[in-house]
């Protein structure tokens, strides 16, 4: 990847095509306005950052998702946040809540809502003795990878979005995004949530699918990450997908999540 003078001299590569530690960051200071522009700059070359043995509770994880940007609560039905603790934005996602074993597949997430969220921010709470490794995917280098004539097909479609079994819920998004500060090109579907390619028919639209969930997740394209206690993990959801691994049964594993709100994401052919 290209070299920025904004990104902090310490970011280590985790994988050749995606994510980047940076454990040189203390999240338990005060964030200066360079820290943050430095964690951006990270986040956009890299899509995924992460910030090893963080030594912070639920108020240092608001703060720095706050220095991100505007932070998407949790709705209501949310089966477990930290709401009585004094920190509703905070979710819990856990084996003992269950929510930890609804994560085990290649998404997105929430990408039937108008305007997913843009940035996940996890905080270990809990590891398994071993096991629960959390893989990304670069959906830039997913588009990097096909030919041309794909690339020209693909960029005027787009794609209903839905929560499945739910019509109702949901959104029509473009096949090919673009980031608008890299001016890269990424794709924009995924298995859970993506049904229908608008533009073309049933059968032409699922062949198509079919094709675009099996090449976004090539393992060329992912990085995978082993936890510690108190490990801090941003992505950006736009352009990253996600797949938290399930091979720890029975032992717990418990994790805290922030969300920020996100823009509709721009089509490539804008």
Known sequence: MSASPTIPLSARPI??????????IDLSEPLTAEVVAQIKATLTEY???????????????????RALGEIKFPPDYFPETLRDSGFPEVSVISTQNELAY????????????????RYSILHMQQLPPAGGDTMWSSQYAAYDWLSEPMKQ?????????????????ASDHPVVCRNPVSGRKA???????????????EAESDAVLAF??????????????????????????HYVQHYAIADYRPHPRKIHRIE?????????SS
């Open 187 to 201: 794709l924009f579907i995924n298995k859970v949530f993506s049904m229908r390619i608008n533009e073309l028919s």
């Open 153 to 169: 097909f693909l960029e005027p479609l787009t794609v209903r979005h839905q929560l499945p079994g739910s019509p109702d819920h």
């Open 15 to 24: 994988a050749g095509l995606l994510g980047a530690e940076l454990p040189e």
């Open 47 to 65: 899509g995924v950052v992460v910030f090893p043995r963080q030594d912070i509770g639920p108020a240092e994880h608001v703060a720095l998702a």
């Open 260 to 268: 920020i709100v996100g823009e509709p994401p721009v089509a490539a």
């Open 212 to 237: 675009l969930v099996s090449h976004s997740v090539q393992p060329e394209f992912v990085c995978r990450w082993r936890w510690t206690d108190g490990d801090v993990a941003i992505w950006d959801n």
């Open 102 to 117: 609804l994560t085990d597949r290649w998404h997105a997430d929430v990408t039937w809502m108008p305007n997913p969220p």
